[in-house]
């Protein structure tokens, strides 16, 4: 069998010539918690004692928030990150945004979203949530969207990094894994498999 990987290494690859630019292409997996802990303080705070949402509704739509995220997780993956374009252009991208993960799955300054990336995505996500819920309700709903995300992010280093002793993350882990160094086009659930069972997408039992 072919290996899906360049180098397992920690290191990181240089990606670009200029300096700025392949700073901005690192980031400490701890930074989005530092910027996306806030986003959630503020937005719940809002919630209950601006808007007055009321805390039911808030658990409610932070819940349904959570559960979307696992959807939203599913979709990029397999049909953002992992399409890859016929032209030498789109190709380079499609290399800066996921193929360098797949070539060096162990890059420690590359298993989270830098903030070039995820704040511009979050920001997009909020002003499309708000336009499709009902008012004040993306308050409740983005808190919740948000920590799945940074629940996907931590976990995705943890799982490239860390061994676990639970048979749960133990599962997840050996999920991704597969993704990696077995079936890059199956398994594309990270934080969870449940998208992959519903369409079809996991591994199959030996």
Do not use: C
Not at 12 to 36: G, Q, Y
Not at 91 to 113: C, E, N, Q, T, W
Not at 114 to 127: C, D, G, N
């Amino acid at each position: 069998m072919a290996k899906n990987f360049i180098s397992n290494s920690q290191e990181s690859t240089r990606m670009f010539k200029n300096d700025l630019l392949e700073a901005l292409s690192k980031v400490h997996f701890l930074v989005p918690v530092f910027i996306f802990v806030p986003v959630i303080l503020a937005s719940t705070y809002i919630a209950l004692f601006v808007k007055a949402i009321g805390i039911l509704t808030y658990i409610e739509f932070f819940i349904v928030g959570l559960f979307v995220w696992t959807f939203v997780e599913y979709v990029m993956h397999r049909f953002v990150f992992h399409y890859v374009p016929k032209n030498k252009i789109g190709l380079r991208l499609h290399f800066i945004f996921h193929g360098v993960h797949h070539d060096y799955p162990s890059d420690a300054k590359r298993l989270v979203l830098p903030p070039s990336v995820s704040i511009p995505l979050a920001t997009l996500f909020y002003f499309l949530f708000d336009a499709i819920l009902p008012v004040n309700y993306v308050f409740g709903f983005f808190p919740g969207f948000i920590l799945g995300y940074l629940f996907y992010d931590i976990s995705h280093y943890a799982i490239h990094h860390f061994n676990f002793k639970g048979n749960i993350w133990k599962k997840i882990k050996q999920h991704h894994m597969l993704h990696h160094y077995q079936s890059p086009d199956k398994g594309y659930g990270v934080s969870s498999p449940l998208w992959d069972k519903i369409f079809r997408s996991d591994f199959e039992k030996k």
